[in-house]
């Protein structure tokens, strides 16, 4: 089992659409979980960390099921510039080498 | 003005050339990193250094060797390029390492490494 495994992509959506994304893990020890985003050609870039009683940050909902080892994002109302790849990140902790592990990513794409 | 910056961009070199690409962080963190991201998207550590001190070493050809003059660099030198070398490579930092605590990693913008 991969340790960080994402849905497969790409998805296309039309503006206004809710999208989802499903992301497992391996580790059960792991304790911080991430949504970054990495724009075409750029560097990641932290969208916001998943807390245990899940969070809300405008149109983006994340969700953390740790008996599951699963952690989902939520865009509601996509915008053209939501276009992206959404990696789930998750960490190692530090008496196991203390790392952050990177899934694959899921490509979305908003269309007008 | 840049957080974390890497040097060069775009690198373009023959297979068992060597070269080197820099990093500096202006954020006051303790902890640098480097990643490769090879040609399917996927981001793996590479090593991680804390207040200069080398803590992860991810099974990485010892052709890679990183030096970290001090904690605002972390510099990654390449001996004998291969074409398997080829991908794009991220310095980040952070205040702790990962693994301590719900830690933002900031990435540079990437220095892209192709081998002919």
């Known amino acids: 089992r991969k340790e960080v495994e994402q849905d497969p992509g790409p998805f296309n959506v039309p503006e206004g659409a809710t999208v989802a994304f499903n992301c497992t893990y391996s580790?059960?020890?792991?304790?911080?979980f991430f949504w970054y985003r990495q724009d075409c050609r750029k560097e990641p870039k932290l969208l916001m960390s998943?807390?245990?009683s899940g969070n809300e940050d405008g149109r983006f909902t994340a969700q953390l099921n740790r008996a599951s080892q699963y952690i989902s994002l939520l865009i509601r109302d996509s915008k053209l510039s939501d276009s992206a790849t959404y990696l789930c990140?998750?960490?190692?902790?530090?008496?196991?080498?203390?790392?952050?592990?990177f899934g694959q990513g899921t490509e979305l794409s908003v269309k007008p | 003005d840049t957080a974390v910056s890497q040097t060069p961009k775009y690198l373009v070199t023959q297979m068992g050339n060597d070269k080197s690409i820099k990093c500096e962080q202006n954020?006051?963190?303790?902890?640098m990193y480097w990643y490769k991201q090879d040609s399917k998207k996927f981001l793996k550590i590479m090593f991680s250094?804390?207040?200069?001190?080398?803590?992860i070493n991810e099974t990485v050809p010892n052709r890679f060797s990183p030096k970290s003059p001090d904690k605002a660099h972390l510099n990654l030198h390449i001996n004998s390029l291969e074409l398997g070398d080829s991908a794009v490579y991220f310095c980040?930092?952070?205040?702790?390492?990962?693994?301590?605590?719900?830690?933002?990693?900031?990435f540079g913008p990437g220095t892209r490494l192709l081998v002919l």
């Open positions: 980040a930092s952070s205040q702790v390492l990962a693994g301590v605590s719900q830690e933002t990693q900031y």
């Open positions: 580790n059960s020890a792991s304790q911080s």
């Open positions: 998943v807390y245990s």
């Open positions: 990140v998750v960490n190692i902790p530090y008496n196991q080498g203390g790392k952050l592990i």
């Open positions: 954020l006051g963190h303790d902890t």
């Open positions: 250094y804390n207040n200069k001190e080398l803590i």
